[in-house]
């Protein structure tokens, strides 16, 4: 079976943590495509990382191999990758990590860069956290399955996506699953207004 998988979220949220976790427990992972340590290897030259992930990503869907994309779902090529994928017949499994604001992910990546990891401009991630959810709602669709994590203090599953429904998980839900399961409703019934999560 080939899969493509996807480990999402907005920067900083933890993607690069949760694929090291990832590693422990799944062995389908196939190549594992991470566009910040690319971008890294070229010396912090963004576009030329890019470069370098398309190719990858490019050579796996062709070759039919399993791989592995961290990504903050942002921008037209990730849909392109994605229904490429489908048309090909992977299976599309999602993993998204999610913070209740853009300041804690920008506080994060400020310890990153302390520690000596890479920086990510703060307009940028400001633009993607307020995206976040449309970039999603992109990509759920073309997903056989999606679960999502909270990493305020540790990655704890809060939810999962099953036949065109969120469906969360516990009592202790965090804001940003709360209003992605509004933003989602609200989607299907074509308004803007909220969105109710029933009994789910």
Request: net charge positive; glycine share 12%.
């Amino acid at each position: 079976m080939k899969i493509y998988t996807l480990i999402a979220g907005v920067n900083g949220v933890g993607k690069s943590s949760f694929t090291g976790v990832l590693r422990t427990q799944k062995t389908d992972l196939g190549k594992i495509i991470d566009v910040d340590r690319l971008i890294a290897q070229c010396g912090g030259n963004a576009i030329e990382g890019g470069k370098k992930a398309l190719t990858l990503i490019d050579d796996c869907l062709e070759k039919g191999i399993c791989f592995t994309q961290e990504t903050t779902l942002s921008g037209h090529r990730i849909l392109s990758n994605v229904r490429q994928a489908n048309e090909k017949g992977y299976v599309i499994r999602l993993y998204y990590i999610g913070l209740d604001t853009a300041q804690e992910s920008i506080w994060r990546i400020r310890n990153r860069v302390r520690k000596g990891g890479h920086s990510i401009p703060e307009q940028d991630v400001r633009r993607r956290f307020e995206k976040r959810f449309e970039n999603l709602s992109r990509i759920l669709p073309y997903c056989s399955e999606a679960e999502f994590y909270d990493n305020e203090n540790g990655f704890r599953e809060v939810g999962a996506y099953r036949n065109g429904d969120l469906i969360l998980m516990g009592d202790d839900r965090p804001e940003w699953i709360q209003e992605l399961g509004r933003y989602l409703g609200s989607q299907e019934r074509g308004d803007g207004e909220n969105g109710s999560l029933g009994g789910r």
